[in-house]
């Protein structure tokens, strides 16, 4: 497996990123909530169900990224937050794999793509983020 060698700047910068797109998905997620739940885990349950689930995810990936961020800011405790986020996204992953076959047909292999590359790219840029 090839090694991905970063240094505490570009590492930061790949963190920031991160944050602000888990922070986008969280917002998405309470603002729009079926264009978060619908193709993860498809229309089959109740409308209101599916927009708390949406919302509490949401409020989960706005707290992870809102916090790679302000540690970043204050370069201090970075890499415990991208470790943090990259455990929530091991935590999608392995959901999506145990519902795998009830999930919608169209978007699981998607979805399934997405909660991994999150975890790799929190496995890949955290051990960068040694305070300096």
Do not use: Q
């Amino acid at each position: 497996m090839p090694r991905l060698d970063l240094d505490y700047s570009d590492a930061t910068r790949y963190a920031e990123l991160l944050g602000l797109v888990r922070m986008a998905i969280g917002v998405m997620a309470w603002v729009a909530p079926d264009r978060i739940t619908v193709p993860w885990v498809g229309p089959a349950t109740e409308r209101d169900t599916r927009t708390v689930l949406s919302r509490a995810l949401g409020g989960r990936d706005i707290a992870l990224g809102l916090g790679v961020l302000l540690a970043a800011r204050n370069h201090k405790g970075t890499r415990g937050w991208v470790e943090a986020g990259g455990l929530a996204d091991a935590g999608d992953l392995l959901a999506t794999i145990m519902g795998y076959r009830s999930l919608p047909k169209y978007t699981r292999a998607l979805v399934l793509a997405i909660t991994a590359g999150a975890a790799a790219a929190a496995a890949v840029i955290a051990p960068a983020l040694k305070e300096a």
